[in-house]
């Protein structure tokens, strides 16, 4: 009998579905579609085995899909573009694209042995210019239509690296890279309009009806609708021009509570307030220091100072409030101004408490006295309250109550009205670096900002650059930098800024259904869009999904996307993590010191490093991280196990969406396992034949069994697939049948295994005599007739206890039940040879015998 050797069969089937092309996506008009995607990767150079077990769950739908008869396209690509790359450059001295390309084929190296079912030919990198000139044609055409804008904005400046920081790239105030403190500065950048969006991106989220509750709730919270009032403070002694200073405020109902006006301080009047004053200048200048997020703003130390300027209230004109410039306001949130209400506002009741400003309650929870007030209280909008300093009286009312009562009486005594704004501001896309696409646009002294003509298309970025200097390579690199106006012809600059990675990521899905075509979408998106299934991780719940929405929307205005496009996804599943357990040890500096798994050994009293013997501390169950050393390589798994073991044992211990521990002792159980279902089919192959009597058990064992792992594979219950392909192969090892009934079963079971070990299953199907690839077989349909039970197992209770069970026919009469279960041996031991006192049958349920 053979042995099962996974090392030689699996490459043999990966060069024979190549050869046949069996994974090469082809529309057809006959065929119902289905694009199944994951999150394509960053090519850091390795895969992991979170990309195992993301890349498998698409693997099981995509062939599964593929055998029910469906066209399938099932890419792969990268997302290529980033800074990492260029600090790899800065680091080695070599260049971004060198760095990239050379991950992407280590990478893709590492997929291929695990055998999925990718279309490789529709493969490409977001740092090819076939890619990004497309990308570059639609920013183009966004422009045109108004959907792309340029402004000033204040950013995350690295002054060291002299360039513009994502929120996630500030950390405690300091740029990732550099270390250096952060500056908010006042850039000219590149805006997409999503808020122009907010309201239907926040109302269609009630249609995705196939995405997690949670990320939809997530993207609501992001884009943040909230209904409050617009007015304005009219100011008693401020410079011209600043008769008013506007505010927004979701609790117009706590206006009676105001103890000052804030100021951001990048606000026009604090501007104007810091010309020809050094002093107040140079407290700008630290409070534009550090993040411009609103978790750095609201954990910084607050800063203010009194502006001497003062505005009266808008329901009192003999109430005059004080105007501060503070650092925890923001100038892209709102008008850039607020009224502080420390009473009933964490951030407020801080500010005041540090510089002695009057706190004044509006509002008590229900039942408690105002003199009880100490500290800022903040209830929900839903919570009653009893209103000391409303506006309709001593009231208690819910706040949302409040609210809408406050705008009532702002509209109706002409200070201010009722607005619904939304928290979602516009996508600045602008980056001060090089490896990104570039802004296909002119700067011109005659003709302003030109758009470059789409026939020059695409903008490339110069090969070469170097990185011994601080900054932008572009903005010093002159042969690429200086160029023709396309309108008018005379000496011009190029756009240096290029465009932020998520715009790379927010429209690949719909390149992967024309790859090669010359234009950014063609016939054929329509006939694969939209994305059928896509599956990634939960960390890109919001922005890469909220910026790939915004970009269908734009992409359906300028005509690249049908309308039935505007959601690309018609189905999201966002999987949990591989983890595993860190071992750690204790330098000599004090410092923690972290083993790779295969450094370590477990011994009876405990974990040890192999070559000093040292003990060591275990962290189970931790998120694999390279810092950590807890990284398991998928190479590994695959050179001492198989691909297939790899593949089964991400699917097998845990739902999909939860997390899963890899351990050696799991991958090698898994292994075992399929060597043992290989035995199985030998052993059916060379066998002799068995009694037919036990044909119709097997096969009604094995109908379930494709009638529950259809439904799990559909339902995304992989893991419950597994278990009954597990109880399924216990059937095959015990089963009686004759030799023709159990090769049918075998080659249906290698059919329902198929999706999760392909190799293996075509190895059996082979064997069995099976046509083909098992892969091109048609999806097996469980028989009504054999799926359901004619027997049921009816528990046997002797004066309460269970002490036996009774296998009858379902519409087998009482008296008949009555019998068997007198005849029992349990119970004719527990009668003595009496009568019993009652015996009670209830149909399909249970038997109770009372003595």
């Known amino acids: 009998m053979a042995q099962y050797a996974p090392s030689q069969t699996e490459q043999k089937w990966q ?22 995607l994951e999150m394509f990767p960053y090519p850091s150079g390795r895969i992991h085995m979170g990309h195992v077990r993301n890349y498998t769950m698409g693997d099981v739908v995509a062939r599964y899909k593929m055998s029910c008869g469906l066209a399938v396209l099932h890419p792969m690509g990268w997302d ?38 990718l279309d490789w030919t529709r493969e490409f990198a977001t740092c090819d210019p076939e890619y990004y000139g497309q990308q570059q044609a639609m920013f183009l055409d966004m422009l045109d239509k108004g959907l792309v804008y340029r402004k000033n904005a204040v950013v ?51 249609g995705l009806d196939h995405w997690p509750e949670k990320v939809r709730l997530m993207q609501a919270n992001w884009i943040g609708k909230s209904q409050g009032l617009e007015f304005g403070f009219e100011t008693l002694n401020a410079p011209a021009g600043f008769e008013t200073i506007d505010c927004y405020t979701t609790r117009p109902d706590t206006l009676m509570g105001a ?53 009266k209230h808008p329901l009192d004109p003999n109430w005059e409030l004080p105007v501060w410039v503070a650092n925890f306001i923001l100038m892209d949130y709102g008008t850039g101004a607020i009224f502080g209400c420390p009473a009933h506002d964490e951030r407020d ?34 919570e009653k309250v009893r209103y000391i300093r409303g506006f309709a009286g001593n009231d208690l009312q819910t706040g949302e109550e409040g609210v809408a009562t406050a705008i009532k009486v702002a509209e109706d005594k002409g200070f201010g009205k009722g607005v619904t704004k939304f928290r979602l501001r516009d996508w600045g896309l602008s980056r001060q670096r090089y490896w990104g696409c570039p802004i296909p646009v002119v700067h011109c002294p005659t003709c302003g900002v030109v758009p470059e003509s789409k026939a020059n298309l695409p903008v490339r970025l110069p090969d070469d650059v170097t990185f011994d200097v601080p900054g932008n390579p572009l903005d010093r690199h002159p042969t690429w930098r200086d160029c023709a106006c396309p309108k008018c012809g005379a000496a011009a600059k190029r756009e240096t800024d290029t465009m932020d990675t998520f715009v790379d990521s ?60 505007r959601e690309p996804f018609n189905a999201l599943f966002t999987q949990g993590m591989v983890t595993h357990a860190i071992f750690k040890t204790t330098g000599a500096d004090g410092r923690p010191v972290y083993h790779y798994p295969e450094q370590v050994e477990e011994r009876e009293d405990g974990t040890y490093v192999k070559e000093t013997g040292e003990k060591v501390t275990v962290v189970p169950s931790a998120k694999m991280s390279k810092s950590k050393n807890n990284v398991v390589d998928p190479m590994n798994i695959i050179r001492d196990f198989g691909a297939d073991t790899a593949r089964w044992f991400v699917m097998s211990d845990s739902p999909p969406e939860r997390d899963v521990e890899w351990t050696a002792a799991g991958a090698e159980a898994a292994s075992k396992f399929l060597a043992r279902v290989w035995r199985i089919a030998n052993d059916i192959a060379e066998g002799a034949d068995g009694d037919a009597k036990a044909d119709e058990d097997l096969m ?78 048609a999806w097996p349909k469980a028989d009504p007739a054999l799926v359901v039970d004619d027997n049921v197992t009816l528990p046997i209770q002797i004066n309460g206890k269970r002490r036996s069970e009774l296998s009858v026919p379902k519409d087998m009469p009482k008296d008949e039940v009555e019998k068997l279960v007198l005849a029992d041996e349990h119970v004719q031991k527990a009668l003595a040879g009496g009568q019993p006192k009652k015996l009670i049958v209830v149909p399909g349920r249970i038997v109770n015998v009372v003595i």
């Open 15 to 36: 060069d024979a579905w190549a050869e046949a092309g069996v994974f090469t996506a082809k529309p057809d008009a006959d065929k119902e579609k289905y694009y199944v």
């Open 80 to 117: 290529a573009f980033g800074m990492p790359a260029e600090n790899a450059a800065m680091a080695s001295g070599g260049h971004p694209k060198d760095w990239t390309y050379a991950n992407i084929e280590t990478m893709k190296g590492q997929l291929r042995p695990l055998g999925f079912s």
């Open 156 to 206: 995350n400046w690295d002054p060291v690296d002299m360039t513009v920081l994502a929120n996630e790239q500030v950390i405690d105030g300091k740029g990732w890279r550099s270390g250096a403190d952060v500056e908010r500065k006042e850039l000219t950048q590149w805006f997409f309009k999503i808020s122009d969006m907010a309201g239907d991106l926040l109302d269609s989220l009630e």
């Open 259 to 311: 103890g000052f006006v804030g100021i951001s301080p990048d606000h026009p009047l604090a501007k104007e307030l810091e010309k020809g004053n050094p002093e107040f200048a140079a407290f700008l200048a630290d409070c534009r220091k550090g993040g411009t997020t609103e978790e750095a703003i609201e954990t910084a130390e607050k800063l203010g100072r009194d502006t001497g300027i003062r505005v």
């Open 349 to 382: 009741f801080e500010f005041a408490t540090k510089y002695s400003l009057p706190i004044t309650p509006v509002f008590t929870a229900e039942g408690a006295e105002e003199a009880a007030l100490t500290e800022a209280f903040v209830p929900a909008k839903t």
């Open 506 to 565: 927010s429209w690949y899905y719909s390149r992967f259904t024309c790859a090669r075509a010359d234009t950014p979408t063609t016939d054929e998106t329509k006939y694969w869009m939209n994305v059928d299934q896509y599956i990634g991780g939960i960390e890109h719940a919001i922005l890469h999904l909220l910026y790939s929405r915004f970009f269908a929307r734009a992409m359906n205005e300028t005509g690249h996307l049908p309308d039935s496009a």
């Open 700 to 777: 009604r064992a094995t109908h379930k069994a494709i009638d529950e792992i259809t439904k799990s594979i559909e339902g995304f219950a992989f893991n419950k697939a597994i278990a009954k392909l597990y109880e399924q192969a216990n059937t095959l090892s015990k089963t009686q049948a004759s030799n023709a009934a159990r090769r049918e079963a075998m080659k249906l079971t290698a059919q329902l295994m198929s999706p999760m070990v392909p190799h293996l299953a075509e190895d059996i199907w082979a064997l069995m005599g099976g046509e083909g690839f098992v892969v091109k077989a």
